[in-house]
Structure formats: C-alpha cells, structure tokens
C-alpha cells in the first residue's frame, strides 16, 4: 500500500477559524510572541503565558475541522497515511485522522515544566498556576515554545524518507526545522503544494494546487482515490 505523507500547517485550520501566523502583522491574537511563546516569557511572566494559551486552547474547542481536515482522514481507504502537523490543534484528529505527528506539540495536553515528555491531557480549556505534574512542577501547554528542541524532528523526517506521495498544506515553510522535511522526501516523488499563495520550493516533481485546503484538500483526495 503506498503511503501518503502530509505536512500542514496553520493555513489548513484557517477556514476552521484559527488564524494563521504570517498573515496576522507578526502578532499572534494580539501578543507579541515573544511575550508567550518562549521559555524566557514563561520565566518572565508565567501567568500571561498561561492565559495566552487558555484563550488559545478555547478557541480551538470551539472550532470545528473543516472539509480538507475531514478529506485527508478518507485517504486511509486507500493509502498508508502519515499526517505530520506543525499545528498545536486537535482538529486533524477530531475529524478522523489517526496517525497525526504534532511536531510543535498540542494544545489539548499539558507538561511538566520540569520533564517535556511528560503530558497529560487536559479536560477543559483551562490550565491554572498551581496545577502541578506528579513531580510537583507546574503544568504548562504541551506546545514547543520557539528556541525549544523539536523532539518529533527526527521521527518525522524518517517519515518523510519513506514518503510514496507528498501532499504540503497551508504552511509557508518560514520556520525550520519543519520547512526542511520537503528536503527528505525522494526526488521521484510527486509532492502536492495546496496554498493559495505557493512557497518556495527548490524540489523537483512539484504539483502546485493554488486553492484553500477545503477546496484544494477535498479536490486531490478525489484524485488520490480514484487511482486504479
Ligand atoms: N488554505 C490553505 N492555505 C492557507 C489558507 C487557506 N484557507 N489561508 C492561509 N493559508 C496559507 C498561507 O498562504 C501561508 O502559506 O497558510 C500558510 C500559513 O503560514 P504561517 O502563518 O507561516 O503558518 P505555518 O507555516 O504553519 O507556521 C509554522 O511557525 O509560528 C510558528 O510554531 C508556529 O507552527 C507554526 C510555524
């Protein structure tokens, strides 16, 4: 069975609600990010980190996926489907998708702000100071703040080595390490790019779809299955 990698990003929620990042004047909902999205914000100011990402986490169980999210989870009818998001949503997996690699971690789950690898989930949308992990440390968003480590970097790009189809969704591939996992997957591979504004990419066998992903998703997963 061949087997389908796909890479998304912010722009594969957009229509589900969730603003992107590039497109929002290098503001994410109005906080500088690095106020909220950095360890030296959380040593700073751990209560403004921490509601910062309580609205977040709100806002993303209020939101709903939309038809590229429900889409990419039908290719399992077919393929061997490996979805690799750098978003901190759960909608890839509220809409069916079981194999999902959050390579920035997910909103959804908390961790120890002592140990990284230990989460748990979080029931409702909010993370108080004082909710400790079994350590006794506090809790903080399971997310990959920028100067952090990706620990999911590696299992991914051997993901991505193993890639028989390619598919990138709404991602401007502006942030590494993630921007470099097109570089793993072979050359012979066709590599689907689904943006309304198509990034650079410097690969070979490039198929450009410039659509929404519900447009664009939906449209190449028809595609993909009525392949004999
Ligand atoms: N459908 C498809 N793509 C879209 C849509 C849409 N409806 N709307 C916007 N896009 C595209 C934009 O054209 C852009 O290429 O989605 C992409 C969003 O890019 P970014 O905002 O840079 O988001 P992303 O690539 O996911 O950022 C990567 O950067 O800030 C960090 O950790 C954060 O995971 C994030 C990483």
Not at 37 to 64: C, D, G, H, I, M
Request: hydrophobic share 45%; glycine share 8%; charged share 20%.
């Amino acid at each position: 069975m061949k087997r389908v990698v796909v890479l998304t990003g912010a722009g594969i929620s957009a229509e589900s609600g969730l603003k992107t990042f590039r497109d929002s004047d290098g503001l994410w909902e109005g906080y500088n990010i690095e106020d909220v999205a950095t360890p030296e914000a959380w040593a700073r100011n751990p209560e403004l980190v921490q509601q910062f990402y309580n609205e977040r986490r709100k806002s993303v169980l209020e939101a709903q996926p939309n038809a590229a999210h429900y889409a990419l989870a039908k290719l399992v009818q077919k393929y061997e489907v490996t979805i690799i998001t750098q978003n901190i949503d759960d909608l890839h997996e509220r809409a069916g998708s079981a194999n999902v690699v959050h390579l920035h971690g997910v909103i959804t789950r908390s961790q120890s702000s002592l140990k990284a690898n230990l989460t748990y989930p979080i029931d409702g949308w909010e993370l108080k100071m004082g909710d400790t992990c079994e350590l006794g440390s506090q809790l903080r968003a399971h997310v990959v703040w920028f100067g952090e480590a990706v620990p999911m970097i590696e299992k991914a790009a051997s993901i991505c080595l193993e890639a028989g189809i390619f598919i990138l969704v709404g991602t401007s591939l502006a942030v590494y390490p993630a921007a470099g996992l097109i570089n793993y997957v072979p050359s012979g591979v066709t590599k689907y790019i689904i943006d309304p504004n198509i990034p650079t990419v410097s690969n070979n066998r490039i198929v450009e779809m410039p659509y929404k992903a519900s447009i664009g998703v939906p449209m190449l997963v028809d595609e993909l299955l009525a392949i004999s």
